[in-house]
């Protein structure tokens, strides 16, 4: 089974430019989670995907960043303009939705992104 | 609201020798635990998780945990480290309902000394 996929892997940007970052989920698998790694912190959760339909975006800076899932498979994660404090790993996760059975999340390899 | 408190952001064992990572958490309603490891530029991976039932978890690697609910804790064992659980570890708690979404620790790296 492949796993969450998240391109690019490495970005680096000037403050005050534009970035998108991708992922595609695992194949099934409804729910999907946006979360900031800043160095040295646990991962936090910018927003939440079920389906095309957004959860929880109450800690997405939203006068800057936006996120869409469109045909509630890849989705997009958008910083403009970027700031110096955004640099950061980004995660992507996934999560099988079920009814009753809990289905923990499961991560991609990250977006390290470095704002100059 | 949710937290998750972990003791320790470093913490160095020897080969051979008992790794323990300590994790407390505070949550209005039954939690869900998890322990992820992360390994240098790589996404998270789950070890184990708490949910429902038996309070001890096995996980992958060797790894074990504990849910003890009058203490508030979910600390990670492992009885013989070895060079490759070299990582950073992170707990984290969910709600048993609702947008199940992870409240995550700032993690622990663990270091073993050959």
């Known amino acids: 089974e492949a796993g969450v996929a998240q391109s690019p892997r490495y970005k680096i940007i000037e403050k005050r430019q534009s970035v998108a970052f991708w992922c595609n989920p695992i194949s099934g698998h409804a729910t999907l989670y946006w979360y900031q790694q800043i160095l040295g912190q646990g991962p936090k959760l910018l927003i939440q995907f079920q389906n095309n339909g957004v959860v929880d975006d109450s800690q997405l800076p939203k006068d800057r960043f936006s996120a869409e899932r469109l045909k509630g498979v890849d989705s997009t994660l958008k910083i403009q303009p970027a700031k110096l404090e955004d640099s950061a790993v980004y995660l992507c996760a996934s999560r099988y939705l079920t009814g009753r059975t809990y289905n923990e999340q499961f991560f991609g390899p990250g977006t390290r992104l470095t704002v100059l | ?114």
């Open chain 2, 1 to 114: 609201a949710q937290s998750v408190t972990q003791l320790g952001s470093h913490v160095s064992v020897s080969e051979g020798a008992l790794v323990l990572l300590r994790c407390n958490y505070s949550s209005s309603v039954p939690p869900y635990l998890f322990w992820y490891v992360q390994y240098p530029n790589q996404g998270l991976q789950l070890l184990l998780k708490y949910t429902t039932g038996a309070t001890l978890v096995k996980g992958i690697n060797g790894f074990e945990a504990e849910f003890k609910k009058s203490e508030t804790s979910f600390h990670l064992t492992k009885p013989s480290a070895h060079m490759s659980d070299a990582a950073e570890y992170f707990c984290a708690v969910s709600k048993s309902a609702g947008t199940y979404k992870y409240i995550f620790g700032t993690g622990t790296r663990l270091k073993v000394l050959a």
